[in-house]
C-alpha cells in the first residue's frame, strides 16, 4: 500500500469524476435508477454487495455515461462520515489503472492526513489534495498492484481525525476509524472498467470521424 500516489502528482484530475453528494442529506446511499432521472443527475446503475456503481447520465443516448464506485463510511454509531469513490482512468499512465477519492467533512484536522490500510497490509499514510464546500479531498492514483490488494482483502480501514478544541482552546484531532468493505469491490471494479472501455471506443470513434485540422466538410446537395 506504500506505493500510492497523489493523484494530483500524475496531472490526473480527470473531468470525468461525479459531482459529490453533500454528506450531510438525509440519506446519501438512496438514489433513483436512470429512467428516472435527467441528463446531468446523478443514478444508481448497479449494486455489487456493499459497492454501488453510481452514473451520471448523459447529454444524449449516444454518449455513454461517467460512471464510478460509491460506499458511504459509517462511523461506530452508524453516522455516516465519509465517501469513498474509485473510478477508471481514460488513459493509463505509470501503470495507473484507477483512481480513488475520499471526501470527509470539513471539521477535519487537515495536518495528519488520512491513514489508509487493506487487511493486516501496511498502512499508508495520505495528505489531503484540497477542501470544497461540501469536505476536504484525499486523491489517490491506483496501480494493478493496488487494485490486486483491494479484490484480495476483506476490509480496508480509513483513519481520520476529527477537529477538536481541549478546555485550553487548543486544537488537535480526535481519530475517527472507518471500514471500507471489499465485499462486491471485484465485480463493481470490473463493471466501472467495462464502462471507461466503452467510453474510450466512443472517444475513439469521434475522433476517427473528426475531420482533420485544414480539411473542409463538404455541404450537402439538396
Known sequence: MTHFRLLATLGLITSLALPSVALAQSDPLVLPDRSEVEPGDAYVAEIFRDWQVRCIRSTA?????????????EEENGNPVAEFRIAGVLEEVEGVIASATILTPLDTLLSPGIQLQVDENQPAQVPYAFCRPIGCFVQLTLTADDIAMFESGVDAQVVLFALIRDDQGQMGGAPVRLLASLRGFTAAFDDVTA??????????????????EGETVSPVSE
Not at 61 to 73: A, G, H, S, V
Open 61 to 73: 443516448d449516444e454518449i455513454p455515461d461517467r460512471c464510478e464506485m460509491f460506499q458511504l463510511l
Open 195 to 212: 464502462r471507461m472501455e466503452t467510453i474510450r471506443t466512443f472517444i475513439a470513434e469521434q475522433e476517427t470521424s473528426a475531420p482533420e
